[in-house]
């Protein structure tokens, strides 16, 4: 199975803040990579997929990058409503997997 | 608008069944892949099942094969997860989720509510 391994874990920032999460692949996964926002009681929300394009309605302060092994969401300045728990998840090839999730949290 | 609506969920004692339902509305259902993706209470997210359009194709994480059945009916808008022989670690909400593809690459583009499932005695 492909492990995605995020870091860090937690991170504690402040609105107007710059942020980046990193998500590692153990294995090449090409672009087939997908970041997802959830907050509490909620249903993750989509945010960008295939590593770098933005899904429609997300804002643009969100953008992906990254190819390979070596993916990052970064979040250029944070807003009240950005704090939340981020995912990425792979679609190479199944099972598909989740990273452990990055819980954003105000400073 | 697309929703997926999951229910189904409930208290089960260990080696029970339970049978979760996803009603779908808002798109043509028999175009897409769907799938099950379940949550440990305050834990993280975990890919179950997903099944293509068609039925033809299912894939299962080793965690639920030879347990969960993942099935769907065009004709109803339903997804469905058969789950047997419950163990304690299945408790999870269970979310549903449409897939979406192009180029080959996937992901989850609308996600259900959520149904909770607690397996205990």
């Known amino acids: 199975d492909i492990q995605m391994t995020q870091s860090p874990s937690s991170l504690s920032a402040s609105v107007g803040d710059r942020v980046t999460i990193t998500c590692r692949a153990s294995q090449s996964i090409s672009s087939y990579l997908n970041w997802y926002q959830q907050k509490p009681g909620k249903a993750p929300k989509l945010l960008i997929y295939a590593a770098s394009s933005l899904q429609s309605g997300v804002p643009s302060r969100f953008s992906g990058s990254g190819s390979g092994t070596d993916f990052t969401l970064t979040i250029s300045s944070l807003q009240p409503e950005d704090f939340a728990t981020y995912y990425c998840q792979q679609s190479y090839i199944t099972p598909w997997t989740f990273g452990q999730g990055t819980k954003l949290e105000i400073k | 608008q697309v929703q997926l609506v999951e229910s189904g969920g409930g208290l089960v004692k260990p080696g029970g069944s339970l049978r979760l339902s996803c009603a779908a509305s808002?798109?043509?259902?028999?175009?897409?892949?769907m799938s099950w993706i379940r949550q440990a209470p305050g834990k993280g997210l975990e890919w179950v099942s997903y099944?293509?359009?068609?039925?033809?194709?299912?894939y299962y994480a080793d965690s639920v094969k030879g347990r969960f059945t993942i099935s769907r009916d065009n004709a109803k808008n339903s997804l469905y997860l058969q789950m047997n022989s419950l163990r304690a670690e299945d408790t999870a909400v269970y979310y549903c989720?449409?897939?979406?593809?192009?180029?080959?690459?996937?992901?989850?583009?609308?996600w259900g509510q959520g149904t909770l499932v607690t397996v205990s005695s």
């Open positions: 099944i293509s359009s068609s039925g033809s194709t299912i």
């Open positions: 989720a449409r897939i979406y593809c192009t180029n080959g690459v996937c992901w989850f583009d609308y």
């Open positions: 808002g798109f043509t259902f028999s175009d897409y892949y």
